[in-house]
């Protein structure tokens, strides 16, 4: 395939120009940073997995009613997804605590928190991601109310589908990450659908028999095995990428 323009490089990912007007091409790297960037390094595999879980767990979303970006991956390591205005707010759901809730609030982390709790942070690495209130985004012009409306309930509702279908396969949703864009449709509609990626980056998986954990906390905190924890979330999802980029199938589901 020739090579796009580049429209944007982030940490994990880079977007190109699609082949046509109003979408792009989103390619997953290998390379992990955390800390806002002061940890940086390569996990070997880590965005072949991340294209194939992303796309997987997308399309499961967009058979229950969750708009999304996907469009299709296109191979290895690329999809192609719609252009979207990304809204500057990370949405971080919590079922489990673990992280930076449980340093805010003196909580051990794998308690289970009373209900799911969302959080609200503004999206920017030069402030390092401040957690804000929804006066906040809506003073602030990030997002409107019914904007927040829209992505507060369609978080509850990716916690509530994907903590199952992660259960079925012996994986606990300890909390997750997710970033919402505005879709500008032809005849003049704004939509709010759901962006970026869902993958053990932006996730907190643990094995639900031993608590280990299958995610990015791996790289954060040095416990190695990085890339077969990613592969393993990969392998119990049935969408290992040895099926490989041409396979008409597609996702399979393990019996
Ligand atoms: N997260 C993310 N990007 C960020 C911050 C957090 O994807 O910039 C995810 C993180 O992987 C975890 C959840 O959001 O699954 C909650 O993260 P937390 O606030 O505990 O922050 P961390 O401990 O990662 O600094």
Redesign the pocket.
Known sequence: MARRKQVYEGKAKVLFEGPEPGTLVQYFKDDAT???NKKKGTITGKGVLNNRISEYLMTKLEEIGIPTHFVRRLNMREQLVKEVEIIPV?V?V?NIA??????RFAIPEGTRLPRSII?Y?YKSDQLD?PMVSEEHITGFGWAAIHEIDEMLNMSLRINDYLAGLFLGIGIRL????VEFGRLFHENGDVQVVLADELSP????LWDSKTNEKM???RF?RDLGQIEEAYQEVARRLGILPESGPTDPKGPSTLQ
Request: aromatic share 12%; proline share 0%.
């Open positions: 955390a800390f806002n990370e971080v919590r673990a992280g930076s809730i449980s340093k959080e942070y991601d300890v909390d997750f990450k980056d932006n996730m907190r995610d990015k906390d954060r």
